[in-house]
């Protein structure tokens, strides 16, 4: 079964500890006729009263908890977090005095972190495990006995199927015929399996690595633009662990006296080690929800900027807040504005973390790389959002010192956000109030962004090695989509084909 199962999903190759890329599940979109347009908005089930779908559930409004609380720091306090976030945790002995190049991939991941799902597990199922296990990604394999990993479930799976099953996204011709078949079984109330959700669209490389590969060996793949990379016991298919780049870095900040070539970076400012995009995704901060939701699919990314009309960066929206859209009284949030939805995410993280929670998403061109690093691993943060100087009239505040008053009802104004060519913006038109909302100086114009592929590209450079140019992973990914959503003229500035087999070596 797992031999028929991978044919399904692609196919892994491993050989002297390289890395190995697959396309995650392409082949399971299956080839289909030309057939009538569909639309998903309206999805009844009167053969199915006794149970309601997953975007059936969708119904009803959350009251914002952050309109009634207190926040326990003052604004100085805020900036104070902002500007000197947490350092490094102790270093860890079992790596003192170790040469990195001879540390190996299985040390750094934990197999008791593994969580599998089956290629018929059902997406409501997938998603909770998904949720309750406060992992982001499940590895899915053919059967329950298998211990081997022939794809992934994450949150831009979970998004991507959020956006099927509220009308949001539509198939191109090729798929129309495989969207009806899907949308006819979740009328009738039947589950969706994971195979199925999968299916919606490609994924990047699927990427495994013998648990004795050296660092080095991880380090290239993800300065390459890989995000993770599943751990096997070598000369086998048994997973022992799944190693990501966040789960890197830290490794590299809090080890980084170990290993001379990182540490040394780490005083610079990221100006002057050149790291880091001025070609920035962002929405503005009076959008629909559903509109950031699609663009960050479209465009294959985790994260967006949230900002003003000035372009100042107001917050900050991932795929994996998407779980806050999975119960059943979520769904006006879709139609309300991404500004909204911030106070959503941080009452939420404050309530869970028991403590108020602030966006330090973002830094300065002059901020050292280990200012940058340190705020990445705090927040647990694919990129940071480097900002300028704010612009005049500025709504620039993180969310906490906006009123609920007004969280809840964004102003509108007259004036147009200032062009700005390399932005990717989900609408040009009025957004957020500038004058009226306080705090501008703790945020700024957004110019550019530093992610973890950037931070990870640096040290493999730096270290001698040869990692592929992450802006054609990028590339690949957003033409990996197989959503027909409307992006403007985006695709007129993207290269019309990618061999896939180039990502990685």
């Known amino acids: 079964m797992a031999e028929r199962a991978q044919k399904s999903l692609g196919h892994t190759s491993r050989a002297n500890h390289s890395v190995s890329p697959r396309s995650s599940e392409d082949s399971l979109r299956p080839a289909t006729s ?7 908005k309206s999805m009844p089930s009167p053969t199915a009263a006794h149970r309601h779908s997953f975007s059936e559930q969708l119904r009803g409004m959350p009251a914002s908890p952050r309109s009634s609380r207190q926040f326990s720091l003052s604004s100085a306090g805020v900036q104070d977090l902002m500007n000197n976030p947490p350092k490094a ?5 079992a790596f003192a005095g170790r040469d990195w190049h001879d540390i190996a991939v299985g040390e750094l991941v934990d197999p008791t972190e593994v969580r599998f799902v089956e290629l018929d597990t059902g997406v409501e199922d997938a998603t909770n495990l998904l949720i309750d296990s406060a992992s982001t990604v499940l590895l899915i394999r053919a059967s329950r006995n298998e211990t081997s990993a022939i794809g992934t479930f994450d949150y831009k799976d979970l998004n991507q199927y959020l956006l099927f099953a509220t009308g949001r996204l539509r198939p191109d011709e090729e798929h129309l015929a495989f969207f009806q078949d899907l949308a006819n079984k979740a009328q009738q109330g039947q589950e969706i399996p994971v195979k199925d959700a999968k299916a919606l669209g490609s994924k990047e490389p699927f990427v495994v690595l013998p648990h004795t590969a050296n660092l080095t060996t991880a380090v290239e793949a993800f300065g390459g633009g890989v995000h993770r990379i599943v751990i096997a016991k070598e000369g086998t298919d048994e997973v022992t662990g799944i190693l990501s780049q966040l789960k890197l870095v830290k490794f590299l900040w809090e080890n980084g006296h170990s290993f001379p070539v990182i540490d040394q970076l780490y ?16 929405v503005n901060g009076d959008k629909p929800l559903k509109e950031a939701l699609a663009l960050m699919d479209g465009e294959g990314v985790s994260s967006l900027a949230v900002v003003d009309n000035q372009q100042n960066v107001v917050g900050n929206i991932s795929t994996v807040d998407v779980k806050l859209l999975t119960k059943a009284s979520s769904a ?7 500004i909204h939805f911030i106070s959503v995410i941080l009452s939420t993280r404050g309530m869970n973390d028991g403590k108020d929670s602030f966006p330090v998403f973002h830094v300065s061109p002059y901020s050292t790389l280990a200012h940058t690093v340190a705020k990445l691993v705090a927040t647990r943060s694919h990129r940071m959002w480097v900002v300028d100087s704010p612009s005049p009239s500025s709504s620039g505040p993180p969310t906490p010192s906006i009123p609920s008053s007004v969280l809840h009802n964004p102003l509108h104004v007259a004036s147009t956000p200032q062009a700005t060519p390399s932005f ?11 004058s009226s909302l306080p705090g501008a100086s703790m945020s700024g114009r957004l110019s550019g962004v530093v992610s973890l592929t950037d931070v990870l590209n640096l040290f493999a450079r730096a270290s001698g090695l040869n990692p592929n140019d992450p802006a054609e992973t990028r590339r690949h990914r957003r033409r990996s989509s197989s959503s027909s959503l409307i992006r403007g003229s985006l695709d007129s500035a993207r290269s ?5 087999s180039k990502i990685l070596r």
């Open 89 to 93: 945790g102790a270093a860890d002995p």
């Open 332 to 338: 006006p949030l879709l139609d309300n504005t991404c």
């Open 424 to 434: 990717i913006s989900a609408s040009a038109s009025p957004s957020v109030s500038a």
């Open 34 to 40: 030309r057939s009538p347009s569909i639309h998903l």
């Open 496 to 500: 019309s084909s990618v061999d896939v």
């Open 267 to 282: 005083p610079q400012t990221i100006k002057d080690l050149g790291i880091g995009s001025q070609h920035v995704i962002s």
